[in-house]
């Protein structure tokens, strides 16, 4: 199928109530992408991953009213419960009767945005856009042009959200495959700190597209912990942008668990564009079977004496396929850097794949920065060490593969997101366990 075939019952539909600049936005993007097509393994940042797949299948833009089918009981169960504000999307669709809305500091916005978009808003047309506008690629320009509905989190100056924000992202089956665009536009305002947690799930076995979009703007001295937990059903794809930019003084620290789909690519770009700002990139990834997991990242260094660290951890079992392509880019005013990025595989088969690629593009002097990557498989002689004491060989190496991603589960902040990742992960190994 090529793009025009895959783009045909994909095309944006005009409402005499949006505003100018949302029409003209969703016209631009959506004929980007006619003429610009998708990626091919000519683009280096998508030579490890075909989309050839995704435009195969017909997909259909999924409509409104599949969450009937749903109960709280179940989002719970698929998502978790962090015992704060959660908004419910079902197919990109806003699920009221899914979702709870209480107890945010007055002055903090967390809504659905579709009712938004029909009104003349200059401050969401500047986050709405960005994304597109800053660095256009295919996916980022499709959602720009077929994203009806997102949620919207806005935190004013020097407010504190002492309870986690849930956003949920539930793709459910259809007659068809269908294709969803998650939206989520976060502000937080100068010296304000919050907690943001996104989970994007689905029916197991379904065959979809989920193809996502976050943008974040922290002012100064803002602070948002942001976990994203990818655990879409393993025949589905799954593609994501996480623009980020960093005020003065700010800290955002990210968590990442990709754990389904068949082909998922999370992508992050940072931009610390204040003096002083601080960021932290985590990631876990855990491809098995024919599973084809691809994170890419860009930590841009625009101001003098920000810091950035990065620690990814890939386990890959299997036919798995695993990547990593990181860069930090240090520009010329951007005096005092501090900077360093690691990327650590495991092995745990003879077909199992790993690219991996951290970079650092350095156009300052007096800076310090860091980089490596190390791919390995388990210690033969810890796994005979478990064995010589009575531990099964399956057990063994499974007590050794989470022992090597418990770093990154002790990252997490939040206890029953953390419990409720380790469950989840913890599963996952269990399914890798593998004979010798």
Request: hydrophobic share 45%; aromatic share 6%.
């Amino acid at each position: 199928m090529n793009t025009t075939a895959f783009l045909a019952p994909l095309t944006p539909r005009t409402d005499a109530r949006h505003p100018a600049w949302l029409q003209a936005l969703r016209s631009a993007a959506f004929q980007w992408v006619a003429e610009q097509g998708f990626p091919t393994a000519k683009d280096e940042a998508w030579k490890h991953t075909r989309v050839a797949p995704i435009l195969k299948i017909p997909f259909q833009p999924a409509e409104p009213g599949a969450s009937q089918d749903l109960s709280a009981v179940n989002v719970e169960r698929l998502a978790g419960d962090y015992g704060g504000v959660r908004l419910v999307f079902v197919n990109g669709h806003y699920a009221a009767e899914l979702s709870v809305l209480e107890g945010l500091p007055p002055g903090t916005q967390v809504s659905p945005f579709a009712t938004l978009l029909n009104a003349e808003n200059g401050a969401l047309e500047s986050l709405f856009a960005h994304a597109f506008r800053s660095q256009p690629q295919a996916f980022t320009a499709l959602n720009a042009a077929l994203a009806e509905d997102g949620a919207l989190v806005q935190i004013p100056a020097h407010t504190t959200v002492e309870a986690p924000i849930h956003l949920v992202f539930f793709s459910a089956p259809g007659a068809t495959p269908r294709v969803t665009q998650p939206r989520v536009l976060v502000r937080v305002g100068a010296g304000s700190r919050a907690i943001l947690v996104e989970s994007h799930v689905g029916s197991a076995g379904e065959v979809y597209l989920s193809n996502a979009v976050s943008e974040v703007v922290l002012e100064a001295e803002a602070v948002l912990e942001h976990y994203t937990l990818q655990n879409e059903s393993t025949a589905a794809f799954h593609v994501a942008l996480l623009s980020v930019r960093q005020a003065q003084g700010s800290h955002f620290a990210s968590h990442s668990f990709a754990l389904g789909a068949a082909l998922a690519r999370q992508e992050v770009r940072v931009m610390l564009e204040g003096l002083g700002a601080e960021v932290a990139l985590n990631g876990l990834y855990l491809p098995r079977g024919q599973q084809h997991l691809d994170n890419q990242t860009t930590i841009e260094h625009l101001a003098p004496r920000c810091t950035s660290r990065e620690l990814y951890k890939g386990v890959i079992d299997d036919h798995g396929h695993g990547i990593f392509d990181g860069r930090i880019i240090v520009r010329p005013h951007a005096m005092k850097t501090d900077a360093s990025q690691t990327n650590k595989n495991l092995l745990l088969s003879t077909s199992a794949q790993v690219n991996t690629q951290p970079r650092l593009e350095i156009f300052a002097d007096d800076v310090k920065c860091a980089h490596g990557a190390a791919v390995g498989q388990l210690d033969e002689q810890a796994v005979f060490y478990l064995r010589s004491r009575g531990v099964p060989l399956a057990a063994a190496r499974s007590l050794l593969t989470f022992a090597f991603v418990s770093e990154m589960l002790e990252l997490i902040q939040l206890e029953p997101l953390r419990e409720h990742v380790e469950r989840r992960v913890a599963a996952q190994l269990r399914s890798l366990e593998v004979s010798a």
